[in-house]
């Protein structure tokens, strides 16, 4: 044995590395298709006549039998590929999402579970129908899916079917009439705001003063008007954000866009009106226009890739834009949060994170953080914040007196490659080919 094959031994880490001989690592024409008959083998499709049948269309020209060989080792291997079934919380979540939000991935995993479960399959088609009549107000197709429903052997859904016989009309009313709740629940969660401002040290005479007389007093420096909490509410000029908004946008469009392509379509009125009724307040001027510009960015996806951020994640900490829903599920968990932790003494009901009622978030990284807007009557009316473990300050880093001036130091620092705060702006090319936009923490 030569020192030169000493020396090889030596230097590998793993036994692989030896297989380096006349016959190994050739090149085959399955190898750009081993990926697809890889997921598809853990779909639970392995059946190799079949998959070698999927494949010839997508431009493979080799044999069946080579198709067979490369399954047969999985077949053979001490430790098989299997799909794991998917858990009960996420078949109920691909059930009841809109089956266009579904990724490729679900919408395919959902059909085989229905596929193998029939009264899985009748549930899927009557909770879809049934939001479809919730959300189109069809009230009227309310008997059709009564009787539907009773013709598969699905218990529960037998169960719901009596409760709305109960009180058939009514039902049909909520699903027909654009009338609801919703002013009234923005109400009440306005009364537990004010409620939570005092925590217990005061009796329901105050409390009653408060509601009534609230949203009559006058913000501070007079660029909020005296109805602080109405439409109409201020003086701030929105001409400045439309102009730092389309240099932010632009730069988007021409450097990295796929993320300008994640902007999604404008917030409808009936969106921020049911979004404003949920929190109890109205939004802030920038924050509205904001959302009628763009609702959010496109959701992110699962993916295998490893500290990743998908097409989106365009601020720093690759934070994401909020859509209408999500502020206003993340703004219920905020207030809830901020209210357990100054009952307990953890917080100050003076200090930013006492009044978390009052947050609203604007966007979200993918570590738990959130960004968001003080809205706060007086002087932090509008400040944008972020808190959470990318920042590793808990009590609120500030980011900017509003809105605007975020976009424009982002703008700023895009074009001119220069840092925001302690973030460096770059672009990083994705695995699909595309730019997005990399924020490089430095000290």
């Not at 090889?8 to 081993?34: C, H, I, M």
């Not at 509410?233 to 102009?243: E, K, P, S």
Request: aromatic share 10%; glycine share 8%.
């Amino acid at each position: 044995m030569t020192w030169r094959t000493v020396k090889r031994f030596a230097d590998v880490t793993t036994p692989e590395e030896l297989f380096t001989g006349q016959w190994q690592n050739r090149p085959s024409v399955l190898d750009e298709y081993k990926p697809y008959l890889d997921d598809r083998w853990n779909d639970g499709c392995t059946n190799a006549w079949t998959l070698w049948e999927e494949i010839v269309p997508l431009g493979y020209k080799g044999s069946y039998q080579r198709v067979r060989a490369y399954l047969h080792k999985k077949r053979t291997s001490p430790r098989p590929v299997t799909a794991r079934p998917p858990s009960s919380r996420a078949v109920a979540g691909w059930v009841l999402r809109r089956p266009e939000s579904l990724a490729e991935t679900e919408t395919l995993q959902l059909k085989v579970v229905r596929a193998h479960c029939p009264e899985l399959d009748a549930l899927t088609r009557h909770v879809r129908s049934f939001t479809t009549m919730l959300t189109d107000r069809q009230g009227q197709h309310l008997p059709d899916w009564l009787d539907a429903v009773r013709q598969d052997d699905l218990p529960s859904l037998h169960t719901l079917a009596a409760g709305i016989d109960r009180d058939r009309d009514a039902v049909i009313a909520g699903l027909t009439l654009p009338w609801n709740s919703g002013v009234v629940e923005g109400h009440v969660n306005r009364i537990k705001m004010l409620k939570r401002q005092m925590f217990g040290r005061a009796g329901f005479q105050l409390l009653r003063k408060r509601v009534l007389l609230a949203w009559r007093t006058v913000a501070a420096k007079g660029f909020v008007s005296a109805s602080l909490y109405g439409h109409g509410m201020t003086r701030i000029d929105l001409t400045a954000f439309d102009t730092t908004w389309n240099r932010f946008a632009s730069w988007l469009s021409a450097h990295s866009p796929a993320d300008h392509a994640a902007l999604q379509s404008p917030a409808t009125a009936e969106e921020l009106t049911r979004l404003e009724a949920q929190l109890g307040f109205p939004l802030h001027p920038e924050l509205r226009a904001l959302l009628e510009r763009h609702n959010g960015v496109t959701e992110q996806q699962p993916t295998r890739e490893v500290n990743l951020f998908q097409a989106g994640a365009f601020l720093p900490l690759g934070h994401r834009l909020n859509h209408t829903d999500r502020i206003a599920s993340e703004h219920r968990i905020l207030a809830d949060f901020g209210e357990e932790n100054t009952a307990s003494g953890l917080w100050e009901e003076d200090e930013l994170n006492g009044h978390a009622h009052q947050w609203v978030p604007f966007a979200h990284p993918n570590d738990g953080g959130v960004a968001f807007i003080d809205h706060r009557p007086g002087l932090t009316y509008g400040r944008v914040y972020e808190m959470g473990i990318g920042s590793g300050d808990i009590d609120g880093t500030e980011w900017a007196s509003s809105l605007t001036e975020l976009f424009d130091r982002l703008a700023s620092s895009l074009e001119a490659g220069t840092p925001f705060k302690h973030y460096w702006p770059g672009t990083y090319e994705h695995p699909s080919g595309q730019h997005c936009i990399d924020w490089e923490t430095r000290p």
